[in-house]
């Protein structure tokens, strides 16, 4: 059976916050997402101002659509509370992704779809994280945006105060990020839209087996 959701006009990439009222029409099927009600986790991986926050935000919203259960982590909710205390050290980011890692696992075997959004750098950390969840529930997306357009997009201005050095350790500038390498699905968010970003990863959950 085809189920059929409206949303609204979709934000860009570069912006922060997705409203309700912000997001296009967009037409999906149930084979699309019937093997996501198990429980899954779609582990957002990419730069800051990649648009890692606005595609779990977009996406979250379309499944509510359909009534999917969702939880969203967010980086830098993370990191004000879960794990406050944790720096920028390899050490600090490794215990990082494993808490979140953990928390989603948690959620996915209670059924619920997670969106991790996280720059998570190190390859290492990202596959500790798909172990520690289970690699049958575990989908990680690589938002591949060149660095100048993040840098471009940097509403915050995080890569300006990182270029001054008021930033140390920060990631695409003084700290590495190892593109994946194994990435279930690679989004070129310097090109594609939200819309067609979440229609990707809506038809990706549709080729998860748990059966």
């Not at 606005?54 to 830098?76: E, W």
């Not at 990191?79 to 948690?106: K, M």
């Not at 940097?154 to 593109?179: M, N, W």
């Amino acid at each position: 059976m085809r189920l059929n959701f409206i949303l609204n006009d979709f934000p860009r990439l570069d912006e922060d916050v997705v409203r309700p009222n912000d997001l296009p029409l967009t037409v999906c099927t149930a084979s699309m997402l019937e093997p996501a009600k198990a429980g899954h986790v779609v582990w957002l991986t990419g730069l800051s101002g990649s648009g890692k926050t606005t595609l779990a935000k977009a996406l979250a919203y379309s499944l509510h659509q359909h009534g999917y259960p969702t939880l969203s982590l967010d980086g830098d909710e993370l990191r004000a509370g879960l794990c406050r205390g944790l720096g920028f050290s390899p050490q600090g980011r490794t215990e990082n992704i494993r808490r979140a890692a953990e928390v989603a696992a948690l959620a996915a075997r209670a059924g619920l779809i997670v969106l991790v959004a996280c720059i998570s750098p190190m390859q290492i950390d990202r596959g500790q994280a798909r172990q520690i969840v289970g690699a049958d529930r575990f989908t990680e997306v690589w938002l591949d945006c060149p660095l100048s357009v993040c840098e471009q997009r940097d509403v915050k201005g995080l890569y300006h105060q990182a270029r001054c050095g008021a930033i140390p350790c920060f990631t695409g500038i003084s700290a590495p990020y190892e593109q994946p390498v194994q990435a279930d699905l690679v989004l070129k968010t310097d090109r594609m839209n939200v819309e067609d970003c979440v229609l990707g990863l809506l038809n990706q959950l549709g080729t998860v087996d748990h059966v």
